[in-house]
């Protein structure tokens, strides 16, 4: 049974059967019993579209995804990070809305999602170092939240994001005490808000420790197992390679242990590895013992986080923007050792 179907048998409108329904005031007690009773006789839930018409709202949070970016659809960061949200959103009686865009077309769909009041609002991911799309969104008095940080603007805007620099930092601070002075660091394409902190933070620790970034020791590129491989694959093979290699994904980990292993050396005894881990569901950096050492942070707790603030928001428009800033947990495996000593 639908809603149309439940208020004709009731002889009521739909939009008073849906406001009985949703527990709205200006509804008498003895309307709302009527209808909940009438409802659990007929095994009737009321969908999401039929709640949109006693709120007023969609009920339906955008996530448009440029098809420069389509990537991300497959991706497994992606895909642990949407499952978060996504629990939060039916939770909270949302439904997702999953776009792929041309990237021309972008502006042209967040204009329309807003006049069509199709979404109450609107998660961007993948943000760049001055990402337009904040501007945009704030003009058109659209709710949002950022997952991540755009570091070109500085106009208050709701965002979400792991301390990227000061996990880096860390990282190679940490490789630093072990000895090692050659550090690589293969890291995600840096017009990314996230790798240009990552770079950030890795050349913060070199140069506290009187040393200088090594352009042969530093790459950047879509953070894939094969782009992994062949950067450290291209380093081993120099004159002076580096001792030791941070890398900002478990995939690309997955290349640089390849890359390590082919040239016949023992990751974590000739070159040690530090990447990072989002802790993904369907790829686990081993078990009780880490496989490799890394900075850790949940992104599918940051999709159930980035989730809660943006529906906040919504329920509170004149609620200031919010801001979240999520520390990562160095947490050492069997991939990092002292630096191999010189013969």
């Known amino acids: 049974m639908n809603l149309k179907e439940l208020s004709q048998n009731l002889g009521l409108s739909q939009t008073t059967v849906s406001r009985a329904l949703n527990g709205y005031p200006e509804v008498s007690p003895a309307t709302r019993r009527r209808v909940e009773e009438a409802a659990r006789t007929f095994n009737y839930s009321p969908s999401t579209r039929a709640k949109g018409l006693a709120t007023g709202k969609a009920l339906a949070i955008g996530h448009v995804i440029p098809i420069s970016s389509k ?22 009686g949302y439904e997702m809305i999953l776009s792929i865009v041309d990237d021309a077309s972008e502006r042209r769909i967040y204009e329309g999602l807003k006049s069509r009041r199709a979404v109450d609002g609107v998660v961007v991911h993948g943000p ?18 950022v997952h991540g940080r755009a570091s070109g603007y500085d106009q208050p805007y709701a965002w979400l994001d792991v301390n990227n620099r000061r996990a880096f930092e860390r990282a190679t601070d940490f490789l630093f005490d072990l000895g090692h002075r050659r550090i690589a660091l293969i890291n995600g394409l840096e017009g990314m808000d996230f790798a240009h902190r990552r770079r950030e933070g890795y050349a913060a620790s ?34 002076n390679p580096p001792t030791a ?68 928001a919504i329920a509170n428009p004149l609620m200031p923007p919010q801001t979240r800033l999520l520390e990562a947990e160095l947490m050492v495996g069997s991939s990092t050792g002292p630096a191999p000593r010189k013969d």
């Open 128 to 145: 760049r170092m001055d990402d337009p799309r904040i501007a945009l969104l704030q003009s058109l008095d659209l709710p949002f939240a």
């Open 245 to 312: 290699v941070l890398c900002s994904s478990l995939i690309s980990a997955l290349g640089v242990r390849r890359a390590i292993e082919e040239k016949g050396y023992v990751m974590g005894k000739d070159v040690s590895v530090v990447t990072h881990d989002d802790a993904l569901s369907y790829l686990q950096n081993g078990g009780d013992v880490p496989i490799f050492t890394a900075t850790r942070s949940s992104v599918r707790d940051a999709g159930q986080q980035l989730a809660e603030m943006l529906l906040a």
């Open 206 to 239: 070199l140069m506290a420790h009187d040393g200088a970034p090594d352009p042969d020791l530093m790459r950047s590129g879509e953070m894939t197992e094969v782009f992994g491989y062949t950067c450290t694959r291209d380093m081993l093979a120099r004159d």
């Open 71 to 92: 990537h991300e659809m497959v991706n497994p960061i992606f895909g642990d990070f949407i499952a978060g949200a996504g629990e939060t959103y039916a939770r909270h």
